[in-house]
Structure formats: structure tokens, C-alpha cells
């Protein structure tokens, strides 16, 4: 996975270069601490994306990460615990540019 940097040039340069990522499937980082993985269809000049089949992925809950860890300890085990990101398929989405912290090509 490789981040997409910002690369400078004419807007020709800048079109073709965007053009090139259509139809890959982006890691999308926002503010919130979720992230979208999909394919991605479309932007505009706000830096809104547009994500095809798609999943969000966000941080487990105190709770979940409590539970967890009781489980783990009743379990005899020691050291740390391992609590995987909570994941459900959203579909098509628009990601608000303003949010965006990090994007990453898959592959």
C-alpha cells in the first residue's frame, strides 16, 4: 500500500495522474479515526471522493476493548490484548474532502 502524494504540475498532469488511481481500491483515512476502503469512482474540486463497495472500518468500543480483555484474563492469558477494528459494508459513499487526513493505493 502506497500513500498518494501531491504531486505538482499543469491541471492536465494533475487530471491524468488522478485518472490513474480510477476503479483502485483506496484506503481513505478521516478525522474521526475511521476509515473507508472501496473503489474509487469520482472526485470534484471541493476534494470530496466518491467510493464504490465499500467499508468502513472504525476502532472498537471501551466496552468491546473491556470485554476483551476480560475474556483474555479468564482465559489465563498474559500480555497484551488484541481487539480487531469493527467493519461493516456501506456501499457507495461520498467522503467530505475536508475530512480526508490520509489516503493510501492498495497494491
Known amino acids: ?3 498518494i502524494s501531491n504531486p505538482t504540475g ?8 488522478l485518472t490513474s488511481f480510477l476503479n483502485n481500491t483506496l484506503h481513505i483515512h478521516i478525522s474521526d479515526g475511521r476509515m473507508f476502503v472501496g473503489q474509487l469512482k469520482c472526485t470534484d474540486n471541493e476534494r470530496n471522493i466518491i467510493l464504490a463497495m465499500t467499508h468502513e472500518h472504525r476502532q ?5 476493548i473491556r470485554l476483551a480483555a476480560e475474556k483474555h484474563e479468564q482465559s489465563g492469558g498474559s500480555g497484551n ?3 480487531d477494528m469493527k467493519k461493516r459494508f456501506v456501499g457507495l459513499v461520498v467522503v467530505p474532502g475536508k475530512y480526508i487526513e490520509k489516503i493510501e493505493v492498495e497494491g
Open 1 to 3: 500500500m502506497s500513500a
Open 10 to 17: 499543469t491541471p492536465a498532469q494533475a487530471s491524468a495522474y
Open 60 to 64: 472498537p468500543s471501551q466496552r468491546d
Open 81 to 83: 490484548v488484541k481487539v
